[in-house]
């Protein structure tokens, strides 16, 4: 919590396999930006929680546990904490989790910062008739609608995704066969999780992310237990996406939007993100990539409060 009585309200959610310790650099960046060389006018109340299934968050045990049920739960837990307006920002699932927030709750919710676009085009052709238009052309004739770099880049994400993408499918369709087997061995359970790491990061390998730090974010998994509940999100959540794909479900966030590009498994050219969000902001950075609270914590947190500026004038 800021000492600032003007600070805003800002609901920071983290992905898989990361944890709250994400919030470790940011979240003193946001909540005292004039200690780290930022506009004080830029404080904020940061609230970073586990995602249920994650570290020390007790597991869900039912059956439809997806993103959406943990929507259901932030917007309780940011209501009992007395904020009754707020903002997001987020990456992989915290991205989705909060998209579902904002279709949700409009009414709390005024605004949406992002760092992971994990809509697929083709949804798109549901929300209209002007949409579907869009999205047919976009993908016939790219060169009309995206730069030529903009266009080559969409291609090699997709290859990129192709590459990386494998653990999401044993995530989706069989997490407690992997599951039990990580649970059972502690160099198992960092070879998946750091794995990751060392693919998705942009800038080279611990330079900004140290041994610590990586270690003590599979020491939340591994003395939890929580590996398996977290890959389990995958089951519950990625069904529910595809079905969302033909049609099922609001596909635009109406609340103004920035998106903070860095290099990630899933993106979208901004001429398809216009499709789904209000984007407000756009900027693309050539450092940085899964994990920019812990890789560029400083750029990501300007971005932040350069957005948020324009939320708080409003007020």
């Known amino acids: 919590e800021s000492n600032d009585p003007t600070a805003y309200p800002l609901l920071f959610v983290h992905g898989w396999p990361g944890s709250f310790l994400e919030c470790l650099k940011i979240g003193p960046m946001l909540s005292d930006p004039a200690s780290y060389g930022f506009p004080q006018n830029r404080s904020f109340h940061v609230v970073c929680p586990s995602i249920p299934g994650f570290g020390f968050s007790e597991a869900p045990k039912t059956k439809g546990s997806d993103t959406e049920y943990m ?9 009992i904490l007395g ?22 709750y409009p009414e709390v919710i005024e605004a949406v910062h992002t760092n992971f676009l994990f809509k697929s085009p083709t949804e798109a052709v549901f929300n209209g008739f002007g949409s579907a ?11 009309g609608f995206m ?11 997709i290859n990129y995704f192709l590459e990386e993408s494998g653990y999401m499918h044993v995530h989706a369709t069989k997490p407690h066969t992997v599951g039990m087997a990580l649970n059972d061995s502690p160099v198992g359970l960092a070879a998946w999780i750091i794995e990751k790491f060392h693919s998705w990061i942009d800038t080279p390998f611990e330079k900004n992310i140290n041994r610590e730090q990586i270690v003590t974010n599979v020491m939340i998994y591994w003395l939890t237990g929580t590996i398996t509940s977290s890959m389990r999100l995958y089951k519950e959540s990625i069904p529910p996406l595809f079905s969302n794909v033909f049609g099922n479900g609001n596909n635009y966030i109406t609340q103004p939007t920035a998106i903070a590009n860095f ?11 216009n499709l789904f ?8 950075y050539g ?16 971005d932040i409060g350069i957005f948020y500026d324009t939320i708080r004038t409003k007020e």
């Not at 904020?83 to 949700?104: E, R, S, V």
Request: hydrophobic fraction near 45%; include cysteine; charged fraction near 20%.
């Open 133 to 143: 238009v869009k999205v047919v052309v976009g993908l016939v004739f790219p060169w």
């Open 147 to 157: 730069s030529s770099s903009e266009s080559k880049d969409f291609q090699n994400n």
């Open 263 to 273: 290099k990630e498994l899933m993106t979208l050219p901004r001429y398809f993100a």
């Open 83 to 104: 904020y009754k307006k707020y903002g997001l920002q987020g990456g992989d699932f915290g991205a989705m989790i909060q998209w579902d927030m904002a279709i949700k």
């Open 287 to 302: 450092t940085g990539g899964h994990f920019p609270a812990l890789e560029c914590p400083e750029v990501l947190v300007q």
């Open 277 to 284: 969000y209000n984007i407000q902001q756009w900027n693309v």
């Open 71 to 79: 929507a259901d739960i932030f917007a309780e837990l940011m209501d």
